[in-house]
């Protein structure tokens, strides 16, 4: 018996439909809004997406790691329409709401962080980072902040400020945010040499890093590193912020990638796939470090939408009973073998990195980053039906953020097509 195929492809792509809409895209968004792939979506169920055309897809963008519960979770959709019936929004300072509290309470007790903690919910990973700041700030009583080479943070002011990318992101829009200091990533003595040339210790209110690096190419430290910059920050009165706004809700294997290392951060920033798309982000931590800021000090009219968090609540509940965190090393199992079966086979493929299902492929020809020679494997890929993203700081990487909860027969086909694109890219 045949197995049915989950990609489907009935026109060129982009499809006529496809074009005629991004055309009047065209003529009324605003042009930095550049679109990566040339189709329009109709719908999405689980791991595949549908154009305006007819054609489905695999998708492995995950909404740049939103949906690691998979695209129109049964789940998460019964319960963002069983509260949109109730009520949308109130703003919680103003009328609080019990959906919002239980997700903290439930969220602290999956955080690698010990002790009493305290959350606080708000809309973006930007959003999150920069209260993080907020709240390191307030509690040290410090001005400046550390970041590192490679790193991605957002694009709001402060949160643009310590992403290290130029472009797209950075170019042109100074002057940035004072008092961020940035240091090569993975390299304690590069962060001591910091203390004594840039910024003096007892200057710095917060160590902000990602524990894989999302945006430069799924790049993992060193369990040296990790527990050297916890003991860095304790030695100085330091707090140390993980940004799991990518890595968290089991894409490496675990619920909370920082969970690898065995080090305690003192805060983590999430968003992304805690709400399966849905705007929400939030800061967990330790409660004192959580409670310096002054009354009304963090908020905002939209964070923790009522909506939202009951998405979150859905997201959660099918990470338990869909023992997601064992599913992401399945996947991330038969994704790595496929990839470092390419890099013997390719020449142009460089190197496999990452943890659990959070997997990269980094390109080079004579040992040089290869560019365009990734955006030809993307494009290439989806002619062949499957949807993947470049990263990198030359944009020579191809990462996989796929839904969690793609089906293994999926997941091999799409497999397939990403190799059917490295055979047109050597040939």
């Not at 190419?217 to 003991?231: A, D, M, T, Y």
């Not at 982000?281 to 310096?292: E, H, K, L, W, Y």
């Not at 790595?336 to 460089?350: G, P, Q, T, Y």
């Amino acid at each position: 018996m045949a197995t049915t195929r989950a990609i489907d492809l009935k026109t060129e792509i982009p499809g006529p439909r496809s074009k005629e809409i991004l055309d009047r895209k065209a003529r009324v968004i605003a042009e930095p809004l550049s679109i990566y792939l040339p189709i329009v979506i109709e719908e999405a169920h689980v791991a595949t997406i549908t154009d305006v055309d007819g054609n489905t897809f695999i998708d492995f963008t995950g909404g740049v790691g939103c949906l690691n519960v998979g695209h129109s979770n049964p789940r998460v959709v019964e319960a963002a329409k069983e509260q949109i019936e109730r009520f949308t929004h109130t703003d919680f300072t103003i009328i609080p709401y019990e959906n919002y509290i239980a997700l903290a309470e439930r969220l602290l007790e999956l955080v690698p962080i010990g002790g009493e903690k305290r959350a606080a919910f708000f809309n973006s990973g930007a959003e999150a980072v920069e209260n993080a700041v907020k709240f390191a700030r307030s509690y040290t009583r410090r001005p400046a902040v550390i970041a590192f080479d490679g790193g991605f943070h957002g694009r709001t002011l402060l949160a643009l400020s310590l992403t290290s990318k130029t472009h797209p992101y950075k170019a042109g829009l100074g002057p940035f945010a004072p008092e961020v200091y940035r240091v090569p990533f993975d390299h304690l003595d590069e962060l001591e040499k910091a203390f004594k040339t840039r910024i003096a210790a007892e200057e710095v209110a917060a160590i902000v890093f990602e524990p894989v690096q999302g945006e430069s190419g799924f790049i993992v430290p060193s369990q040296e590193f990790v527990e050297g910059v916890r003991e860095i920050c304790d030695a100085n009165g330091i707090v140390m912020v993980a940004d799991e706004v990518q890595t968290g809700f089991c894409r490496t294997g675990k619920v909370f990638a920082m969970e690898h290392f065995g080090v305690e951060p003192d805060l983590i920033t999430i968003a992304k796939s805690i709400a399966a798309g849905i705007p929400l982000s939030g800061v967990v931590g330790r409660a004192p470090i959580m409670d310096a800021p002054g009354d009304s000090a963090v908020g905002g009219t939209y964070v923790g939408n009522p909506v939202a968090i009951a998405a979150a609540h859905a997201v959660l509940d099918t990470i338990a009973e869909d023992r997601l965190v064992d599913r992401a090393m399945e996947v991330g199992d038969t994704i790595r073998s496929r990839m470092e079966s390419w890099r013997d086979r390719f020449e142009f493929v460089a190197e496999v990195r990452g943890l659990g299902a959070m997997l990269a492929i980094e390109l080079r020809q004579n040992g040089e980053p290869a560019a365009d020679l990734a955006t030809a494997v993307a494009d290439s890929a989806a002619r062949h039906g499957l949807l993947i993203l470049k990263a990198g700081i030359h944009g020579n990487c191809i990462r996989v953020l796929v839904p969690l909860v793609i089906g293994d027969s999926e997941l091999d086909e799409a497999l397939g097509a990403w190799e059917e694109a490295l055979d047109e890219a050597s040939a």
